[in-house]
């Protein structure tokens, strides 16, 4: 590689302007109907989001577009006056890619007037973004696209949703005197299918002497475990101040993630 940079200097090749910037925009439309009926709310909709990016240095292939649809439904019941139940699910659809689908459910204990223990266990699933489906990074040569120098990226369209597994409780506490409150929380956060980059054998031949290029691939989990902190206060109408302190133990499965690497290099 060493040698190729060497090489690359002392043939003093021609120079070429190569564009820095770029652009990325999302679209989002979303409609929603409510329902109140008693004791029970329900909120459906559906919506519809449109990503877009350009620019040579992270989308070399050209302009990248991709629109996902989604349908969701939440719901919360109160059967008395101690105990409120909430219940939600949302699908998205990529277009001619993937489906991820999450589920969540709570159960939110109002000890007194101004103290609720929550405790919420969800399901969900992220689809990969727009950048590391479509990624793409290529140094040229020369002033030309037919000689690369190092292809340090490539695109993997066929990326699955990474699956969350978390699980988290709880405590709110209203002030009586003042428009403020102060939430607790701790969660524990399990990643499997995680999107990370991994080096690739590649045929592509590159001037610098590079026999590999980087794609991202569904073979890293992990753990989150942590604790969250907030106070709200509202010391006028229409202004709010919030304080926020969040600690997170990230813990990478290493042993899945060798597991994964053999399947794939076998």
Known sequence: MINGIVNSINSTPTLRLYEENGTTRQEDLQLSVIYEQDDISTIAGLGIR?????????????????????AFVNSSYKPNATVTLNIGALHEKEESRSEASSLRGAINFHLTQNLTLRTG?????????LYESYGETTYYYNGFDNEIFNAVRRPNSSLKPEVVNSKEIGVLYDFQNIKANLDLRIF???ITKGIETYRL?????????????????NISSWTNQGSEVQFRIQPIDNLWFVLNYTYINN??????????LSEETS
């Open 251 to 260: 813990t990478k499965d290493g042993s899945t993630m060798a597991r994964v």
């Open 50 to 70: 449109k990503d877009a990016g350009k620019g040579r240095t992270l989308f070399d292939g050209g302009n990248i577009s991709s629109t996902r649809y989604r």
């Open 188 to 190: 524990n956060e399990k």
């Open 201 to 217: 054998n590649s045929s592509i031949p590159q001037v610098d002497g590079s026999k590999t290029v980087r794609t991202e691939q």
């Open 121 to 129: 266990l969800s399901r969900s699933e992220r689809l990969p973004s």
